[in-house]
């Protein structure tokens, strides 16, 4: 592994979009959330839907029961928080601060949060707050 990556287990970039929409449409209460919405939040199919939760299931970032609700485990809310965190932090700065219209700002934020280390993320996060104390 990369020394300048975080160390988290290692998840697609796919499966971190699913975790983030979960936590999107769950919110802070986690509230589950139902397939149909995750693949309308996401823009595909039920079926890619219920692919992504058996390995997200799988490695223990959500439960299902059969044709249930999906909720996520409290270590897939705390991945997919990161990622949602990641995603607004990059949208803001990125629209916000450099004038980005709007959908190129969140697909370039999408790109960027997949990869972008802890360290880098906290560096970032206190060049914001410097700029907002000016």
């Known amino acids: ?4 990556r975080q160390a988290r287990p290692v998840m697609s970039e796919s499966h971190e979009d699913y975790l983030e929409s979960i936590v999107r449409l769950g919110g802070t209460d986690k509230t589950p959330v139902r397939s149909v919405d ?28 059969y044709y249930g609700d999906i909720t996520l485990t ?20 990125l629209h916000d601060i450099l004038g980005i219209d709007e959908e190129t700002a969140d697909t370039e934020a999408c790109l ?23």
């Open 112 to 134: 960027i949060e997949h990869d972008i280390s802890d360290a880098s993320y906290e560096k970032w996060i206190a060049y914001i707050k410097g700029l907002e104390s000016k």
């Open 74 to 93: 409290s270590v897939g809310y705390e991945y997919g928080r990161k990622v949602l965190d990641h995603h607004m932090l990059l949208f803001g700065f």
């Open 38 to 65: 995750v693949a309308t939040d996401l823009g595909v199919s039920k079926a890619s839907v219920s692919k992504a939760v058996s390995s997200l299931k799988a490695a223990g970032m959500l439960d299902q029961p």
């Open 1 to 4: 592994m990369d020394k300048h």
